[in-house]
């Protein structure tokens, strides 16, 4: 008679899981009003545009804009980080291929008031 293995328990595996899930993902809770970003934002040329910032990790984009709001977009390719880099215009990129096309939080509201144009 053949004997059976053990089978071993995923529980520990699973209890690992679910204590670090919440370092993998930033998004608040449905009670959460705050969201936290440690994503570093860099100065960029842009009309509308103040400062852009990626995590190549967890494939997120954050874009902060003159008027003070940061909203963060997931799943963000590298190359669409990229092309919005190195874009002539990046209103004009982020309009086209960002805006509507990607999941995204509002980090910050808006800060100052936007003056009006003559």
């Known amino acids: 008679m053949q004997k059976l293995a053990k089978p071993r328990s995923c529980l520990p595996i699973f209890v690992a ?6 370092t993998f993902c930033e998004e608040p809770t449905s009670g959460s009003k705050h969201v936290v ?5 860099q100065e960029v040329q ?3 545009i103040a400062k852009i910032g ?3 990790r967890r494939h997120m984009l954050e874009i902060e804009f003159v008027n003070g ?11 669409v980080y990229d092309d ?5 215009s990046k209103a004009r990129f982020y309009d086209s291929s960002i805006r509507r096309h990607y999941r995204s939080i509002l980090v910050r509201p808006r800060q100052k008031q936007q003056s009006p144009q003559e």
């Open 17 to 22: 899981m679910i204590c670090a899930a919440p």
């Open 37 to 41: 970003s440690h994503i570093p934002r």
């Open 46 to 48: 842009s009309s509308a």
């Open 54 to 56: 990626y995590s190549k």
């Open 69 to 79: 709001a940061v909203y963060r977009y997931f799943d963000i390719p590298v190359s």
């Open 84 to 88: 919005l880099i190195s874009a002539k």
